[in-house]
């Protein structure tokens, strides 16, 4: 079955390699040899950005910052594609043969069989192709843009001309923009040019003719920010932009499959093949030697191939996995590569972040340590209303101190703070949002921005965890920094004392402070600052040894009521959770006591694990449960270690540099909201919320799909074997068929396309989250299946042939013995599917015996079919049925029951011996 889904950028980049692309646009054809100011005044546009008005006007003139799909295969060709199958073929070889003999009835069945089934794997594919789409529009960009002078978040797709954007390490650019100030800005455009080493960029115009990858005044749509920051204007939109011009490109049609389904579909050519042979044997063996009737001997190999075949099987697969894609989806887990869905499923432990994915990332500054003083926040939310307690005396020196720290911790911030109808929330860092609130309530509604804007910036950047501005002031400029109490300890050589003196720098007491407000599993920020020149740049060397420590804030982030649930879920299911963040040690030891790990006896730092060789960091990869300080080196090391001991990990990310570690994991998770677009990109599965739970419970979907696929196997290869066994018999002793072909052909169409379908929406089975998880290497094709077919395959033939010599034997009448095996035959598919429903424990409970809604709609349309081919005459020309007389048609759900206890007595003697966990 193939599904649509997005080119690979390796196929992409293979056809762009160093091209570039013909300017085509009119309105801005060379943004990049122009000044930024220019660019700015053609576009009748400002650094503040457009009116929303302004905008929207635009909007509707351009349209939105959208690439047209790819053309779609032709709806005709789409249905086609379905008779491409050994098993159609064969089929319409025998309608072919049939109607040369003279059976034009057998004929009409046969096409009829032949036409059901593409029809319903015509539907079937088209809703697993919806489920799959509506998946992709989930993954819709957002951008930072600046409307009415606000930094506001916006759709990607609602961008225009002229809009001013902002760009961070880890963002993908929305659209062609061209830069109008840039810090450190590296970008990678692989996608473009093919090259995958990032590029700088900078202000400066370059030559109207320089090739795309040296056009280092611009950013382009649909590359990623590797480092730095900033703004741009937007100077092409949607399909007028360089990957726009591609997208043809970009929405090539990939195969969707994963490993099961190669392997199924291998599987089932291979049996196909083996089945059509042996048919051809079977038959030479009947004309040849059995010396029976040629028409009814080829009738009956065609009904013996039909029914062994697991035609349907590669089908209802992929449709089990897109439901359960779909699943995931609601369950906030979004599925970018199908292959993910499988290994979800086997996970055995998952390494996840603290903030945002154990807690909640809605920050509220709640104490502050300043001046020798401890000082108490109140005030909810983002709001800016509260108080600082003590509240210190108008003549103190330490109310000089705090407000020197309200401005470090206003002016070093990229977020923004938004009041819509008395709701306060933030566009940007959570974190920086609190810090927003908590520097107004301490200095008041004040304008600081305007007081003191910035002129340069040091981004954030995990490797050294502190961000650096440098502001003017009226006389001069300042450096204010923000970052790990320990990062921002270095840079300093003395402290903001509480007579507003400057003393030396005492790194353990502010340690001993640190490891206070940590303790109470907040959060915990340092802020400094420093004199300084108008025209300086800022790098970590020339900040060192120069800042002055302000003081520390800390910043309570709960944790998520549901993600304590979901990890005690996790621990009973065997998977093991592990806590890997950014923070501080004793901020994450507390947070994981909330969250319910294992109390940790000791938290492994990135320092500790760095002094460990590959054995000392397996070890305590296994014995660990929280990681603090760790970097994304750190991420990608722990999950070599686990994979080494045969552990299946699942490991979250979110920063530009998680990639490798989300790459390298089993399964890679990013996170949705907060995540930046290069790890969205690097790992199959995007979290909608960032919420732990939502893994949790992609986990369960992962374990029920590969039930649900094991019980379709498990049901649909026995019964087949049951079917054809009674075929296969009769034409080997020479025995009256106790079905007809056209019967056989029947039942298979009726059967597999109805209740296959029930089980692919199964739910989930009780105790299959109290069970370990499955072994990476565990086969789907295990000796338990074979023994399964095998007892399917006796209890079937056995069945089947007594009721219908007993029948033969009573009454002497063909017809009706046949009609009598014809219906045995359903009822014990029916009762086989009872049976597989449940892996983990009995089928015979209530909850086995309600079925399910899928079931019992299943097992409607499986009766009004047989009903009518046993009792409504015209139908009963065609499949040489006769009424059933109540004794016969009690016979028929006998052998049902009698063939159900059978199954379930032996089900429950081989869970007795199974061996304990
Ligand atoms: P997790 O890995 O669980 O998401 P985290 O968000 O704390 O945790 P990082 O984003 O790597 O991890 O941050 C590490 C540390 O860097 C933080 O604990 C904080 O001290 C500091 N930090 C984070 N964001 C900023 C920022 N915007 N400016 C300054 N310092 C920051």
Redesign the pocket.
């Known amino acids: 079955m193939h599904l649509p889904v997005a080119g690979s950028s390796e196929q992409i980049n293979q056809a762009l390699r160093g091209r570039v692309l013909p300017d085509q646009s009119i309105a801005m054809t060379a943004a990049h040899a122009e000044p930024a100011d220019a660019v700015l005044a053609r576009l009748s546009s400002a650094p503040e950005g457009l009116s929303q008005d302004e905008a929207e006007r635009r909007l509707a003139q351009y349209g939105p910052n959208s690439t047209p799909g790819a053309a779609r295969t032709p709806v005709i060709l789409r249905f086609l594609r379905h008779f491409h199958n050994a098993l159609i073929y064969v089929l319409i070889a025998a309608a072919a043969v049939t109607w040369w003999l003279g059976h034009p009835l057998d004929t009409a069945v046969i096409i009829f069989v032949v036409l059901a089934n593409a029809v319903i794997g015509f539907i079937q594919e088209g809703r697993a192709e919806a489920a799959m789409k509506a998946i992709q529009a989930l993954l819709s960009p957002h951008a930072a843009v600046f409307r009415n002078g606000e930094r506001i978040t916006i759709d990607a797709e609602d961008l225009v001309p002229g809009d001013v954007v902002f760009i961070e390490a880890g963002d993908r650019v929305p659209a062609d923009i061209r830069l109008i100030d840039v810090s450190n800005l590296q970008v990678q455009e692989a996608i473009l040019t093919g090259e995958s080493l990032p590029v700088d960029k900078s202000l400066e115009p370059v030559e109207s003719e320089a090739p795309l990858g040296d056009r280092s005044s611009m950013a382009f749509g649909g590359t990623i920010v590797t480092a730095g920051q900033a703004s741009g204007v937007v100077v092409e939109t949607g399909a007028n932009t360089q990957i726009g011009r591609i997208s043809g490109l970009l929405s090539q049609v990939d195969k969707l499959e994963t490993p099961l389904l190669v392997q199924i579909n291998a599987f089932a050519k291979w049996l196909t093949l083996l089945i059509l042979v042996f048919g051809a044997a079977l038959l030479a063996f009947g004309v040849f030697i059995r010396k029976a009737d040629f028409t009814e001997t080829f009738m009956s190999v065609v009904g013996l191939s039909v029914a062994a075949i697991p035609e349907g099987l590669p089908a209802v697969l992929t449709i089990t996995m897109a439901i359960g894609v779909r699943a995931m989806a609601d369950k906030n887990a979004i599925i970018r590569r199908l292959p993910a869905i499988e290994t979800l499923g086997a996970v055995s432990v998952i390494c996840t972040?603290?903030?945002?994915?154990l807690t909640r990332n809605e920050m509220v500054a709640a104490s502050v340590f300043a001046a020798d003083t401890i000082f108490e926040v109140s005030g909810e939310g983002y709001a800016p209303e509260g108080t600082v307690s003590p509240a210190p005396r108008e003549d103190d020196q330490t109310r000089a101190t705090l407000k020197d720290l309200a401005r470090a911790a206003a002016l070093c911030n990229d977020a923004a703070l938004v009041e819509t109808n008395g709701v306060w929330s933030v566009s940007g860092?959570p974190?920086?949002g609190a810090l927003l609130a908590l520097s107004r309530k301490i200095l008041g509604d004040v304008d600081i921005v305007g007081e003191s804007p910035r002129r340069a910036v040091l981004p954030?950047d995990?490797r050294h965890?502190?961000?650096a501005t440098l502001n003017e002031t009226g006389d001069g400029a300042r450096i204010y920094a923000?970052?790990?109490p320990e990062a921002i300890t270095t840079l300093c050589t003395d402290m903001a004392g509480p007579g507003g003196e400057r003393l030396p720098i005492n790194a353990e007491d502010i340690a001993r402070q640190t490891e206070a407000i940590a303790a109470k599993g907040q959060?915990?920020?340092a802020l400094a600052l420093a004199e300084a020149d108008t025209g300086e740049t800022l790098t970590p060397d020339t900040l060192s040894g120069r800042l002055t420590f302000l003081g520390l804030v800390g910043l309570v982030d709960p944790p998520r009521a549901e993600a304590i649930q979901s990890v005690a879920d996790c621990r009973a299911a065997g998977i093991q959770v592990k806590m890997?963040?950014?923070?501080?040690a004793g901020t994450a030891s507390a947070i994981a006591a909330q969250i319910g790990l294992p109390r940790p006896a000791h938290v492994l730092t990135g320092e500790d694990l760095d002094r460990m060789d590959d054995a000392a960091l397996t070890t305590a990869a296994l014995n660990t449960y929280v990681f603090a300080r760790t970097s994304p080196e750190d991420k990608l090391r722990l999950v070599n270690a686990l994979q080494s001991q045969n552990m299946i990990v699942a490991m979250t990310g979110?920063?530009v540099n998680d990639a490798p570690a989300l790459k390298r994991a089993d399964v890679g998770v990013a996170m949705g909201r907060t995540g930046s677009e290069a790890a969205k990109e690097a790992a199959p599965v995007i979290l909608a919320d960032d919420n732990f739970a939502s893994i949790a419970a992609a986990v369960t979907e992962g374990r029920r799909v590969y039930d649900n696929i094991q019980k379709l196997v498990h049901w649909t290869l026995p019964t087949g074997g049951g079917e054809a066994s009674v075929v296969i018999l009769a034409l080997l002793f020479g025995l009256t068929l106790p079905i007809t072909p056209i019967q056989i052909l029947w039942v298979n169409l009726i059967t597999e396309m109805t209740l296959g379908l029930a089980l692919a929406l199964e739910p989930l089975e009780r105790g299959t989250m109290e069970e370990p998880p499955r072994r990476r290497d565990a086969p789907l094709l295990d000796s338990s299946l074979l023994w399964d077919i095998a007892v399917a395959t006796v209890l079937f033939a056995a069945t089947v042939f007594a009721v219908f010599t007993y029948t033969l034997n009573e009454t002497g009448a063909l017809d009706l013995a046949r009609t009598v095996a014809f219906n045995t035959l359903v009822v014990l598919q029916v009762a086989y599917l009872f049976f597989v429903r449940f892996r983990h424990g009995a089928s015979t409970t209530l909850e086995g015996l309600r079925g399910t809604r899928a079931v019992w709609a299943g097992l409607a349309v499986v009766i009004a079919g047989q009903l009518t081919v046993t009792f409504w005459p015209p139908a009963q020309e065609v499949f040489a049925t006769t009424s059933l007389p109540p004794v016969y048609a009690g016979i028929v759900l006998g052998a049902g029951v009698v063939v159900y206890v059978l199954l379930e007595i032996e089900k429950q003697m081989r869970l007795a011996l199974r061996p304990r966990a």
């Open positions: 972040d603290k903030t945002g994915t860092d974190m920086e954030f995990a965890r502190f961000m923000k970052g790990a959060r915990v920020l890997i963040t950014g923070d501080h979110d920063g």
